[in-house]
């Protein structure tokens, strides 16, 4: 048995706790609407009031959910994690980690589903407090060492990799990954209208092309992101190890997309922990059918489709709220801090948006052969491209007639800043317009497009796509394109990816 570790950072998290809950809720107007029933119930039962406050988040969009129950859910989870918490002992903590695993899975489950509403520092407070705790668990490791001679104030200013005891992937697992991830492109598409490109473009020249509405145009900026520390030797995002280690050695949760494209049959969302997702769709050798090679004609259909299917996406999540840690590695381009000028029509299929106060961040992980099928954003967008290489291809505002917008579906979601086209259909059928040349890629096999359908239905049903005018280009490391306001645009990653995209207006 080993020397106890001192867990002093979780005993002030857990006291901190306490009273925070332990405060009068009839008093707190952002959770009494709740009722008075559950609030009695709250500390007594919380698993039955999460129950309730997870059903009230689904009878009802989103962002008509009132407040009270995305507090009640946190309230919830927070009571259900003093409770675990309890049952162990600094001893029992020290000798067996499993206690952390449901720990993280209710904080994240909050953090998810609520934002953590009202309790968001306090959150943040605990995923602090487990970090520690991770890596104080291994006394003889040089990470807790250096804890304890720096002390608290300078550890939070410099957090190191935190690795944890027991799990599939072992700490000497982790350490054992590879120095990072597959970055060569297997079937490098032929570009025949190339995006414009420039070099440490300065923000006034940047505020320059986006005071003209003429001048909004796509554009791959070099250069302007290189000194961000996702790039550095210690804190790459290439290396698989570090971003295990920042997610508590795998333990966080992430929300993950399954299949190819959002507009695929069979197409859905889970939530995985990030080790499941690591070992299921980044680490397992590329296929055939996933890593862009030009021969999945070769492959039975079936198995194609399986193989598609099984792509998990990390796509449009703000993983930096959820792990601030990553958060430091990367800073807002200038470029969002202009002020674009507005466009003389608001671009068809494209809605109008309330001025944001900061830029949106969207983290976008996962393997090669994933897609972002043609579609629209309300936003300007700065995407930042970390890690391997993703092809785009972007049309104008007026090419919309062609893109041949979706409408609303049978669900009642509105999909009109979707193309009914799938691209890489299109491409099958007019070889003018493909980027793989005569032998095709990865992309001519499977269809992002709902129904899919052959040549010759493709060119009745689409006969204006062909003819829309369009740019195209490889997103490389440390590069950015701007993707203006109400452009289509369409994404396939070339290798195992990691973008950052920054929308404002």
Known sequence: MRHPTSFSGLRET????????????????????????????????????????????????????KTCWLRLYTDAALWMVLAVINKFDDQERNDDDDWMAPVVKMLDMALILTGAAGREALVDTWFEALEE??????????????????????????????????????????????DCFPDTISNRPTLRYPICRARNLSHLSFQNKVANPAMQTPLIIEGSIEHWTAFGPATAWKNPSYLMRKTLNGRRLIPVEVGRSYTDEGWGQKILTFKDFMERYMLKKPSPATDGDATTDALDPAEVKQQEEAKGYLAQHDLFVQIPALRENITVPDYCFTSPAPQPENPANVKAVEKL?????????????????????????????VVGYKYVRLYAPEETPKMYPRGTEGNGIDMSNTSQVGLSEAMAV????????????????GAESKGGGDKDDIAERFPLFAGAKYSEGVLGPGECLYIPRGWWHYVQSLTTSFSVSFWWN
């Open 133 to 178: 705790a991770a890596a104080l668990m291994r006394p003889n490791s040089m990470e807790a060492e250096e804890r304890k001679a720096r002390g608290k104030e300078t550890q939070e200013a410099e957090e190191d990799e935190r690795p944890a005891k027991r799990s599939k992937l072992s700490h000497d697992e982790v350490d054992a990954l590879s």
């Open 430 to 445: 007019w070889p003018e317009i493909s980027c793989w040349g005569p032998a095709g890629g990865a992309d001519a096999v």
């Open 357 to 385: 106060e900061e830029p949106l961040m969207n983290a976008w992980f996962g393997p090669a052969g994933t897609i972002s099928p043609l579609h629209t954003d309300p936003y300007h967008n700065i995407l930042a491209q």
């Open 14 to 65: 857990v006291r901190e706790t306490r009273e925070a809950l332990n405060e009068a809720p009839f008093n707190d107007l952002s959770i009494i609407g709740a009722g008075r029933a559950a609030l009695d119930l709250l500390s007594r039962d919380p698993e039955t009031c999460m129950q309730l406050a997870y059903q009230q988040l689904h009878a009802v969009p989103y962002k008509e959910v």
